[in-house]
Structures are given as structure tokens and as C-alpha cells.
């Protein structure tokens, strides 16, 4: 628990006493709060603990920002702000229509993973809500990569997370003309891999899919799948395998496959499916494997048979499954292949 009699436990005690926006948060203060001074996991009196990550420098002080870091740099419409200083209309077309698309990226020691993928993902929805010809998607990428430095996140594992909305208007359904200034966010924080749960797998849920019919599209419009995960949630269960038509489609918040004698079966990518980074690394380290691949529709009937079940997914990773509902996948521990493009996906270079 820490000497709280320790001085700088007092400075922390008085600093949380004076800002109390900043709970709960991961960061270490500027060196003019705590010269000298490294903190891990310092609780204070009367207010949750702050954990502090050893990552990262700036000003003589180490620093990561956790999702809900007040201190936190992020990128907002060109430039680069702390988060406490962003201010977004009530009537943005995100906020009132969920009009705009985003993306995930992981990132290790300061490389972004598979970028010119995720690039090419955004590129593509930004195309299908007719939005691309007005953002200058070079310049956000660059800004999204000099997030990690400045949020002491070139050393580890971190995710970014982008968005970007048609911008702000009065409401009305069809596109404002003359179109608004798009609404461009950008955040980075920690991101701790699952590590425990690769090693044991996790149990999921069947749940119906209903979403809209442009899942490819990676769209602010999550509420189904918000329904669906906080199902899971309520069972005890990581994710939601969500079912369309008597098929299993996707998680989510993941891609997911089974394996049927030695067979990596997984839906083929549909208007119904998101074109999934992991899942298109994953497929391919099958074939670097010589592992074969099917990928056809699976009945959420037959996945009793698999051997094996598996989720894709950016911070999710190749995730196993050993519990459906009430049943039990295979032996109830992570099965081999699923083990072998675990190994081989975090051996990857992280570029």
C-alpha cells in the first residue's frame, strides 16, 4: 500500500486532494510535482489508486496515459491538445446520427501493427459513407503515430484509437451542403495484452445478430453490438458469437473461427462480416503453417463438433475458446493449432 508519511506520497495526496478531474487515471506527474520520483501503484486516502505503468519519458518524468487520463495528448481536428481541452458540438452528425467510421491499432515499442491494412480499412469506409475526398487521411496517420511518443508510449504495448465524423451541422438525415468540416479525433493509451486468457481461453455466448446489413463497414453505429457484449457480460463471458440466419457471422468486437479436423473454418468476409486486420494476418499465417483454410459459413449447430474455437481480434489477439454457453470446446483447454497461431502471431514483427 505505500508509506503514506513518504513526501511524495503527500505531494500525490494533495495533488488528487486539488484535481480531482484526474481520477481514475495512470500517469506519472511532471518532474515539478514529483522531482526525482518514480511511482507504481500509490493509493491515497479517500480516492481510487493510481496506477502508474514504467513506460515512457518526457520532462525528466515517466508517464502512460490508461483510457481515462485526463493528462492524456490527443490529436482533434489538426491539432494536438490534452484531452481535457476538447470540446465537440452537440451538433455533430457522430454524436447525433453516429455518422463517421474509426479504427483500432495496436502498437508495440512505437510501431504502429500492420498500418498500410488499417490504412487501407479506413480509406475504404471513409469511401463507403462518402466522406474520403474530404480528410486529409495523411496528415492523421502521421499525427497518430507521433501520439505514441508523446504519450510515453514508444516503449510496450499500446492501442490507438481514431475517429472521424461528417462533422458539425443542423440535424438533418441527408448530407448538410455545403458539408461541414469533418470532426478528426485521435487517442493512444496502454494496452495490456491478454495474456492470462490466451493461456486459459475464455467462454462466449450465442447471440442473435442484429445489426444492420453493412457490417463491413466500420461504422459508429455499434449499438447492436453493445447490446450484444453487455449479454456477454452479464453470462460470465468474454464475448458474444452473434448469429445471422442460423449462422455464426462474428463477435463484437472480433472475427472468429473454428477448427474442424485440423481445418481453420471461418465466414468468408461479406457485407455481413468486417474485413478484420487480425483475421487476414491470422489466415495468413495458415499458410505460412501449411495449415489448410475453408472459409465458408459455420452453422452455430455444428460448432458442438469443432476441435477447436478461436476469436481474431486487434487487442483481442488469436484469443481460444474452450466454453460455449454450457458446453465445453474440445478438452476445455486451448487446442494445439490454436496454440501454433498464437505463438507464430505474437512472434510477428509488430510493422
Not at 508519511?5 to 515539478?32: G, K, M
Not at 480516492?47 to 505503468?53: F, K, Q, S, Y
Not at 452528425?93 to 498500410?116: H, M, W
Request: negative net charge; aromatic residues 8%.
Amino acid at each position: 500500500m505505500g508509506d503514506r508519511s513518504r513526501p511524495e506520497y503527500q505531494r500525490l495526496n494533495t495533488f488528487a486532494q486539488e484535481n480531482p478531474r484526474t481520477s481514475p487515471l495512470s500517469f506519472v506527474l511532471p518532474s515539478a510535482h514529483f522531482p526525482a520520483v518514480s511511482l507504481r501503484s500509490y493509493p491515497y486516502l479517500g480516492r481510487p489508486r493510481i496506477d502508474v505503468p514504467d513506460s515512457g519519458t518526457r520532462d525528466g518524468a515517466r508517464y502512460a496515459c490508461s483510457d481515462t487520463c485526463i493528462l492524456m495528448t490527443v490529436y482533434f481536428n489538426g491539432a494536438f491538445m490534452q484531452k481535457a481541452d476538447v470540446s465537440i458540438s452537440p451538433d455533430d452528425r457522430g454524436f447525433v446520427f453516429g455518422d463517421g467510421v474509426y479504427e483500432v491499432v495496436r502498437a508495440e515499442d512505437g510501431a504502429l501493427f500492420r498500418l498500410d491494412a488499417h490504412r487501407r480499412r479506413l480509406a475504404r469506409s471513409l469511401e463507403a459513407i462518402r466522406l474520403r475526398e474530404h480528410v486529409d487521411t495523411e496528415a492523421l496517420w502521421n499525427s497518430v503515430h507521433e501520439l505514441l511518443p508523446r504519450n510515453g508510449l514508444d516503449a510496450g504495448s499500446a492501442k490507438v484509437y481514431l475517429q472521424i465524423t461528417r462533422g458539425a451541422a443542423p440535424r438533418r438525415h441527408a448530407f448538410p451542403d455545403p458539408p461541414p468540416e469533418p470532426t478528426v479525433y485521435a487517442r493512444a493509451n496502454a494496452h495490456e495484452p491478454p495474456v492470462q486468457k490466451w493461456n486459459e481461453g475464455v467462454k462466449v455466448i450465442f447471440h442473435p445478430d442484429q445489426r444492420w446489413a453493412r457490417c463491413d463497414i466500420k461504422s459508429l453505429n455499434y449499438l447492436p453490438n453493445v447490446l450484444a457484449n453487455q449479454a456477454a457480460q452479464e453470462a460470465g463471458a468474454y464475448e458474444a458469437l452473434q448469429v445471422r440466419d442460423g449462422f455464426v457471422t462474428e463477435g463484437t468486437h472480433s472475427s472468429v473461427a473454428a477448427v474442424f479436423d485440423g481445418t481453420v473454418t471461418t465466414h468468408p468476409l461479406t457485407n455481413h462480416t468486417l474485413p478484420s486486420i487480425t483475421r487476414e494476418v491470422t489466415l495468413g499465417l495458415c499458410e505460412d503453417l501449411d495449415r489448410p483454410v475453408d472459409e465458408v459459413p459455420v452453422a452455430a449447430a455444428d460448432l458442438p463438433e469443432a476441435d477447436e474455437l478461436f476469436l481474431m481480434g486487434t487487442t483481442t489477439g488469436i484469443m481460444p475458446i474452450v466454453q460455449v454457453e454450457d458446453w465445453t470446446v474440445g478438452d476445455g483447454t486451448p487446442g494445439p493449432v490454436t496454440q501454433d497461431l498464437l505463438a507464430a502471431f505474437r512472434a510477428l514483427d509488430p510493422a
